[in-house]
């Protein structure tokens, strides 16, 4: 038992120290598919200062804190194992819940984004400039990378590369998409992009609202889904108080009706969300 605490803490103080030893271009040559997830998920929760080796250290740390708690609570391994691992799962739980409202809060406001470029441009104003001016009148959320691309531009005058860190700080489906038909536009040319626009606004509008629509619907299967996963952990929390009890799963019968039950939760819940799942729109020419 001190061996894997003294291996979980040491892992813990290795991933934090290398996020501020390691520089940033050997970090980058050396991630691999856990780092760029990470990375992924955060952008799209719109976390910034925190990098994934830092969150990963996050996780790990969270473990091994439910781990002990559970541990000495309840005196049975097999139970603190369990419970270390959803409590490392949990700041994973709550990014992931972070980054589908704010998606789902972008999905909303794009029309609007769209609508205010077009009538910057029908203005007289170039597309960088209508662009840099959603920072200042475009909607709340979506203003402060807006701002930030005005800024690159204006210090730059790139404007493929803006537009790249734009897409970027976003990290959102659909601004891609905004994104890279403003970047065909400017580099077409002509006089039709207020009709793209116009089109564009009205396409996001109708997925926005057939989306919001579905989601709705299959809001009661997921909660089900959920209470239904977390009603026998949250029994065997309450057994972890009951000394005689909970020692009945402090042998390797107990972990193994411990971890079968897990894997049963683990599956069944997948399944339930994937038999529900709405198609969700990915990220393109990243």
């Given at each position: 038992?001190g ?59 969270t ?88 800024a ?8 493929a ?15 891609d ?23 564009l ?10 989306r919001s ?13 959920r ?6 952990w ?5 057994l ?10 402090n ?36």
């Amino acid at each position: 038992m001190g061996l894997i605490l003294g291996l979980f803490f040491g892992v813990g103080v290795l991933l934090i120290i290398a996020t501020f030893v390691a520089p940033a271009e050997a970090r980058a040559a050396t991630d691999g598919r856990l780092i760029t997830r990470s990375r992924d998920l955060l952008a799209a929760a719109g976390v910034e200062g925190v990098t994934p080796a830092a969150f990963i250290g996050a996780c790990l740390i969270t473990g091994l804190i439910g781990f002990v708690v559970m541990f000495a609570v309840s005196g049975a391994w097999p139970v603190g194992f369990v419970f270390g691992l959803m409590a490392g799962f949990a700041p994973i739980a709550l990014v992931r819940s972070r980054a589908r409202k704010r998606l789902a809060e972008f999905r909303e406001l794009w029309p609007d984004v769209v609508d205010n470029i077009a009538s910057a441009v029908r203005a007289g104003l170039s597309l960088s400039e209508a662009l840099a001016q959603v920072g200042e009148r475009g909607p709340l959320p979506l203003r402060e990378p807006f701002r930030r691309f005005g800024a690159d531009y204006s210090s730059t005058g790139r404007f493929a590369e803006s537009l790249d860190r734009l897409k970027a700080r976003l990290a959102d489906p659909v601004g891609d998409r905004v994104i890279e038909a403003l970047r065909i536009a400017r580099e077409v040319g002509g006089g039709d992009l207020g009709r793209l626009l116009r089109s564009l606004s009205a396409f996001l509008r109708d997925d926005a609202r057939t989306r919001s629509e579905l989601e709705s619907r299959q809001s009661w299967s997921v909660n089900g889904a959920r209470v239904a996963v977390a009603a026998p952990w949250l029994v065997l929390a309450m057994l972890s108080f009951q000394g005689d009890v909970i020692q009945r799963y402090n042998s390797p019968v107990g972990a193994i009706v411990i971890g079968v039950g897990a894997v049963i939760c683990v599956f069944a819940y997948r399944l339930m969300l994937r038999i529900g799942r709405l198609p969700e729109p990915e990220r393109v020419l990243r």
